[in-house]
Structure formats: C-alpha cells, structure tokens
C-alpha cells in the first residue's frame, strides 16, 4: 500500500483521508473563529484580496473547491449575480453543512455538494474560475487534484490556489515559535483541540513552496502561473491560466 504524510507522520494513503476528515469534524464549529484568532483577522485580508484578483463577472460560472464555511462563495456568488453560478463543495461534510446553513442564513441558495478534488464529477470545461483556498495541503495527490482543477476549466480559465507557504527567511524563527507553541494551545483553548492545529503547522511545513507549488501548475495544464506573496510569503496566492 502506498504511503503518504499526514503532518509529519508517514501513513498509509488511504489513512489519511480518514485522519483529515477526523481533523475538520473536530474543529468545524470552530473554524472561523479560530480563522479569526490565529491570523489576527489576516485571513479576512487574503481572501479579499484573492476575489479582487479573481476578476469575477457577472454571469461567470465558478467552483469554490475545500469550500468549507463559505467565505469566498459568499464573496463570489455577489459577483456572479442571478446568472452566473457559484457551485460550493467540500470533501468534509461537517465543514460543508456549517458554510451552507451560514449561507443559507444570509438568504444564499447556492448548489453544494460534497465532492473529492482528485475526482470532480463536473464535466470538462465547465468553470470559468475555479478556486481553493487552505485546502490543497490536506490533498493526497495534488497532482492530480490541480489536473482535475484544469480539466473543469474552459480555455482561458483561471485556477486561484490560496494556501500556506514557505515564509520569508528573515520571519522563520518567529513563525516557528508562533506555529509549534502557540497555535495549538489556542487550538486547545477555543476548539479543545490542540492536536488538529499542531497537525495545521506540519502540514504547512510539509506543503510545496511557491516555486515547486508553480511548476506543479504547468505540469497540470496552466500555460501562465503568477505567484503572490502576501504577509511575507506566510500565504501566496497562485493564479494559473488554462491553455
């Protein structure tokens, strides 16, 4: 059976389905509060910044994939108007049922379903954007998962990835100390769950960098890939075009 990493653990590959899902039903009811906590409200910055990149139109058709509690499908539907479509998925089901009932809260009907990003079960050239934002890490095959991202993409089409990345050499010590000895305990007092968030900070060390992450992009089919550094590369966006 093949392995793969789950934080800094080596497991088997179809173990770490199991272990990232046990890791979001934990935190779910949490998740955005402990978005809010742990970056200082930063996240609420990367996001708004990753819709403006975005470019969406009114009329567009959009996938918001690791979709979670609905941030930028909320964002995304207020561009698209009644014409456009914005399809919010998630592999968790925990995190998927919390971002439609907050949809659903602010009057927002939009199509959700729970959906693995290595299998997409939506027809080629479907999307005029696809996006993902702080779940391409916890992806087994990435691989595959950006090849399927390119697949449902029309010609022309734009992937955005908005993820941890690989942090500016100067702020490396400082990140560790923030990552290993305060995340989770606040992860512990918030969520009582201090062990989902250590897992947090060793995925991100084990996610690709910015450039590897880049060429990632092109092998999957993404002519033109444009890489982001924000807040000293703690997050970068990718933005990929389709050929």
């Not at 403006?52 to 139109?57: L, W």
């Not at 993409?153 to 500016?168: C, H, I, M, Q, R």
């Amino acid at each position: 059976m093949s392995t793969t990493h789950f934080g800094f653990q080596t497991v088997d590959e179809q173990e770490k389905a199991q272990r990232v899902r046990g890791v979001f039903d934990s935190v779910a009811a949490k998740y955005d509060v402990m978005n809010d906590v742990m970056s200082m409200g930063l996240h609420r910055v990367w996001k708004a910044y990753t819709i403006a990149v975005a470019g969406v139109r009114e009329g567009h058709q959009v996938l918001d994939i690791a979709g979670g509690t609905g941030d930028l499908a909320r964002a995304f539907a207020k561009k698209v108007g009644a014409s456009g479509c914005v399809v919010h998925t998630d592999i968790n089901e925990s995190m998927l049922r919390v971002g439609r009932d907050r949809l659903l809260d602010e009057g927002l009907v939009l199509p959700t379903t729970i959906c693995d990003a290595e299998t997409l079960p939506f027809p080629s050239g479907r999307f005029d954007l696809v996006s993902v934002a702080f779940g391409l890490r916890n992806m087994t095959h990435k691989d595959r998962a950006l090849a399927e991202m390119c697949r449902v993409l029309k010609p022309g089409g734009k992937l955005l990835v908005l993820e941890f990345s690989k942090v500016a050499r100067p702020l490396e010590k400082l990140y560790d100390f923030y990552s290993f000895q305060v995340l989770p305990r606040m992860g512990q007092l918030i969520a009582r769950d201090a062990d989902s968030y250590r897992y947090l900070a060793e995925s991100i060390r084990m996610h690709p960098d910015q450039q590897t992450l880049k060429g990632m992009m092109k092998t999957a089919g993404f002519g033109h890939v444009d890489v982001h550094n924000l807040t000293g590369g703690i997050v970068a966006l990718h933005v990929g075009i389709k050929c």
